[in-house]
């Protein structure tokens, strides 16, 4: 029992040697392997605050433990889809980011969003988008279209991955046959169930970590996000990213200020910090996402700051769009569409 | 053991060792993968580049995964030490009593955490341990630690509660006779034959609480990433060699630790 004795005297001493030097520290929730360390070690430097981080693995697991309370934490990374969950719930604390110094560097298509109007509680993170990845050197027609996927011709057929992620390849389908993202049109999405089993035997897997497998041609096309195409495109030079012209969807994450944070002004500073372009810059070279901040080019590695999968080229700008999540209702029949398809 | 002529033995049941081989091969296959390729020399998990160790000595220089490795080893300890010593009372308290009403209700609740899905175990601690960090705004280990032990009492419990029941009770009894006081003859006979359950029990305690995800995933608290839930939170990105590395370590750890187990357990009562 002496253990348990001593382990919570560490505890007790711990927890009030967190309270004593609160004024310098900062607990960020974020996914796992998102966080370049350069970021944090510049921070820390600049700011002397002392920066914690906590991984998550899904937007389900944060706003699990969040909505319980009692987490901790003051600055967490949802997704663009779920961020409005978090402010109906009264989960956030209003930083007023768009009234921040560095906000000025915020890229205009970025300062409004749908999911965050005015853009007062998220200070944008990284964000990209679904598209198709088809390794040129078999196939080398046009590849700007879910019909790689779902109605694939002759050469890729055998050679195909999809993203195993419900939203994004129902969405996709959806999109392909014209109908608009959370569409509750059963005929349509009679239509989206038939086309999806139809071309599933035409595909040799849905699995994540394609890069592997594009760099050891294994396969030729997929349907995924544009971070792993550009990846990809390093090990294979052959392979290429098309933004679909029936419509793609986006996505971005942004962190957010939250209600019960202990550090609410060590928290403000890291969000105005993030902003600046050449700590935005830092932020894109870990995890190789695009982010939202005008001139944070200049500080990404070269290959990256010209990749058309990171930067999208001004054709394809028009067609992608951000999707709420649908409403319960017809996430019923997206999952229904899910599981006939997993059959 | 003496086989008696014509008695039941799965040993020499047709097609024994055919059906062995295939189960070993079922559940071990899948690990070879993992293990060949935490040596190999690109950053790929799927496309082999050549020999080498660089992936384990990346995972040792990464700070994170050094830190998260300590922090799973401090839990795992205290949790272990924590659950025998506790499982040990239990054991004592189930099999060295007259029978009672309600053992066999006491015998389930000790056992809950092997029945009950941890998912289940892991939001109820999250809904409580959410309550008490807000009352009293500590967020320290003393969580972690708690929900460790308790998942890992039946763990160690049922080593120690298997040797209790294999002991001889001759000896115990032999020792009443002598005149040694119920304490002198725990500690002089029971305690030093039931050893080896308990260091068993430990053992056993201890890996089940370095692997545990489900629940360190909601209980933990800011910057209390085990090694396990680190390796989660790698998955959404590009997967490396690195993850085989500590996948291989994790495996080895566990495999010596049950090895030793078996040959704790196998040492007779004498």
Redesign the interface.
Known sequence: ?K??QK??L???L??MS??ALAAGQL?L?N????TN?KLIEKFEKETGIKV??????SNE?AL??VR??????DLAVPSHSHLPIWVSEGLLANPRVDQMPNFKNVADEWRNPDWDPGRQYSAPWQWGSVGIMVDTSVYNGDINTFGIVLDPPQELVGKINVAPEMNDVITSAILYLGGEACTGDKQLLRKVRDKLVEAKPKWKSMD??V???F??R?LAASLYWNG?AF?ARLKNPDVRYGYPREGYSLWADAVVLLKDAKNVEEAKTFMNFIMAPENAGLISEF?RYANSIVGSEKYMPEDMATAPEVIIPKEFIGFGKFYPTCPPDVQKMYTAIWTELQK | MVIRRGAFVIKRMPGFTLVALACFFALYMPLAPLVVYSFNEGN????WEGLSLRWYREAWDN??VQSAAIRSLVVAT?AS??AT?LATMVALGTTRTRPYRGQTTIYALVNQPLIVPEIVTA?AL??L??????AT??????YL?SAHTAFCIPFAYLPIRARLEGMDRVLETAAADLYATPWQAFKRVTLPLLLPGIFAGAMLAFVISLDDVVIT??V??????TLP??M????????TPEINAISTVLLTVSVIMVTLIFFLSRKKAK
Not at chain 1, 31 to 34: A, D, E, K, T
Not at chain 1, 52 to 57: A, E, H, L, P, S
Not at chain 2, 129 to 134: G, L, P, V
């Open positions: 029992m253990v348990a382990s919570l560490a505890g007790v711990l927890s967190s309270i607990n929730y996914w796992g392997n998102y360390p914690t981080i906590t991984d998550y693995d697991t699990a433990k319980a309370g009692g987490h901790g934490f994540y970590g890069i592997e497998k760099a050891g294994d792993a990846r995890a | 790929n998990i799927a496309l700070e994170l205290v030490v924590i010593v939001v999250l809904i341990f959410a309550m008490i960090k807000q705004d500590y967020h320290g280990y003393a630690i995933e909601f933990k608290s800011a910057g209390q990433d839930t680190y989660l939170g790698q998955l959404r990105r590009t997967i």
